[in-house]
């Protein structure tokens, strides 16, 4: 998606006009004047779903409030916008250069990356994206950790990193209370993560904690194995020693890994299994990591930075993924808890606005849908701002109507599916799907209607099941909208970038233009904005936060 100051899209041409009151019931239906006034109804009970011009505005005031209090000392503590201080002082300036490891914990996947910066905007990057099972989301801190240690250091031997002290980005996409940029105390879990003995903690330190155990735990005498390791040819215990081919290793019939430390990792495992030692075996890729932690911060300081590394108009980075949640640069004689040197003017402030209405603030836009998405999830009674907006919501929301709708007879002749009736069954891409249909046509809605039972949908069905999703998109993109307006409005710049980034973001066909068409009516007359899509901002950030912080050291 380009970056374009603002054009209003003409979305008017891609919208049906939508009555909002009911037309008066004909004497007699023929069913296709049934199927347009159930499709009158359906518009009619979406309307709360609907924000108006009013709602909006007073959001932004009660968000502005908001905002102020937690930046203030006084009522830091109460507010539920906490707008915590990030140690960000300084952007990238595109100069950057050096090796770096990043981390990138928090949607639903774990991923670690090297980057290589290289000074005038030129960057490599390699990256691998592990699964976070659903039993370590809920587990122990301690098991949490102890998996990205292990991944942390498979990754470190599959690229050959292991003999390299490197440093290292974290970036760590949940609300932290940080007392500098190596330091960071978990204040709650967000997006279905809810680990036991994390809170308060500094997760910087479990971190560390977590590379130690492993370290001793699996320190094993690697001189023993010399002769398997030093003269660069990998031999085994069989004594054959020269591969068929040079990619494959004889004796084993296993291909010949591509570098010393996974020459390491074979031999020693072959050494441990050939020697029946089997408790050996379970070891082998223990092999010391050695990091140096410069940063943690969250995926929306990233977006920032790595927008920032390119344009540096970039003050305000925006995630719209499985969370949501903003961050901007304020004036460091606003930030009332930075205690430190304030000798530099600037500080990256990560607001967590998807805590906003925690406090009651969004009662006035809030419908039995948000209140039933709540109450099911692992944190009731928090994060209701994100609840309203996020991928980790968006389907599940959608599919709350859909269901009401149903067993009103409302939709699909009242007929619904198991599948429709079960939870967690229409995930946010269908949403996308749904709206990327051409209007008229329903190749995609058709697609997940099948995949939920709903064949016998008819077509008007499928106008009213897109026009569901597209309430709880829109409204989504307007509230996103109004928090952005609020920060751009607050810092006061006659021209600001904003970094976006995250699955809803990327892949709705028209977030993009309902965020610029709604930011452009809220800001400020002769503000001037635009939307940048954030390349890889959890890895690219992560490692430019580190690349400044190395640099001032
Ligand atoms: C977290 C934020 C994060 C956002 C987007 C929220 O749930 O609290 O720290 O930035 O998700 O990933």
């Known amino acids: ?10 979305l008017a041409a891609n919208r049906e006009s939508v009555p909002c009151r009911l037309v008066p019931s004909p004497p007699s239906y023929t069913s296709r004047s049934l199927s347009l006034h159930l499709g009158v109804l359906i518009r009619e009970e979406c309307q709360e779903l609907v924000l108006s011009d009013g709602q909006v505005l007073e959001i932004m005031k009660r968000l502005l409030t908001e905002l102020n209090r937690g930046l203030s000392k006084a009522t830091h503590d109460t507010a539920d916008v906490k707008c915590f201080t990030t140690f960000v002082q300084d952007l990238p300036n595109g100069t950057e250069k050096g090796k770096f490891l990043a981390l990138d914990l928090g949607g639903t996947n774990f991923r670690v990356l090297i980057i290589e910066l290289g ?30 240690a292990e991944c942390l250091a498979n990754f470190m031997i599959e690229h050959d990193l292991s003999s390299e002290r490197l440093p ?42 977590a590379i130690a155990r492993r370290n001793e735990l699996g320190r094993l005498n690697i001189d023993e194995m010399n002769p398997h390791l030093c003269g660069g040819r990998v031999e085994n215990y069989l004594d054959k020693t020269t591969p068929i081919s040079p990619e494959r290793d004889s004796n084993l019939d296993l291909p010949v890994l591509g570098s010393l430390a996974q020459h390491k990792t074979s031999a020693l495992a072959n050494y441990a299994t050939e020697a029946g030692h089997s408790n050996l075996r379970i070891d082998v ?80 836009v809030r419908t039995q849908y948000d209140r039933e998405i709540d109450s099911h999830s692992i944190n009731a009674g928090k994060q209701l701002h994100e609840k309203m907006i996020s991928g980790m919501y968006m389907g599940e929301l959608v599919r709350l109507v859909l269901v009401k709708f149903t067993k009103s007879n409302l939709l699909f002749g009242g007929k619904g599916s198991d599948m429709l009736f079960e939870r967690g069954t229409f995930f946010t891409k269908f949403v996308s799907e749904i709206e990327s249909d051409k209007r008229g046509t329903f190749t995609g809605c058709r697609q997940v209607l099948d995949e939920l039972g709903l064949s016998h949908a008819t077509d008007q069905d ?92």
């Open 119 to 148: 000074g005038e905007h030129h960057f490599d990057m390699k990256s691998k994206i592990y699964a976070i099972p659903q039993k370590i989301m809920l587990g122990s801190g301690k098991q949490l950790f102890d998996h990205i």
């Open 462 to 553: 499928c106008v009213n099941v897109r026009y569901v999703c597209e309430c709880v998109s829109r409204r989504a993109a307007h509230l996103v909208s109004a928090g952005v307006a609020t920060l751009i409005n607050k810092m006061g710049q006659l021209s600001v970038t904003v970094g976006v980034d995250g699955s809803v973001y990327r892949f709705h066909p028209y977030f993009h233009d309902l965020m610029v068409e709604k930011i452009s009516e809220l800001v400020t007359p002769g503000i001037k904005f635009d939307l940048m899509l954030s390349e890889d901002g959890s890895g690219r950030g992560a490692a430019l936060v580190a690349a400044v912080a190395c640099r001032d050291r």
């Open 285 to 364: 890729d223990k092999i010391d990591v050695k990091i140096d932690v410069c940063a943690i911060l969250n995926d929306t300081t990233g977006t920032l930075m790595s927008c920032a590394w390119k344009n540096f108009n970039c003050r305000i980075g925006i995630i719209v993924g499985t969370g949501s949640n903003a961050c901007y640069v304020e004036k460091v004689e606003n930030v009332e808890l930075f205690e430190g040197d304030k000798s530099k003017p600037y500080m990256v402030i990560n607001t967590e606005w998807g805590a906003f209405g925690d406090n009651g603030a969004l009662e006035i």
């Open 1 to 10: 998606m380009a970056s374009s100051y603002w054009v209003a899209p003409s």
């Open 168 to 209: 290292l980005g974290f970036t760590f996409s949940f609300p932290l209370s940080q007392r500098g940029l190596t330091k960071g105390y978990l204040v709650q879990w967000t997006k279905g993560f809810d680990c036991s003995d994390c809170i308060n903690e500094d997760v910087v330190q479990m971190l560390k904690d």
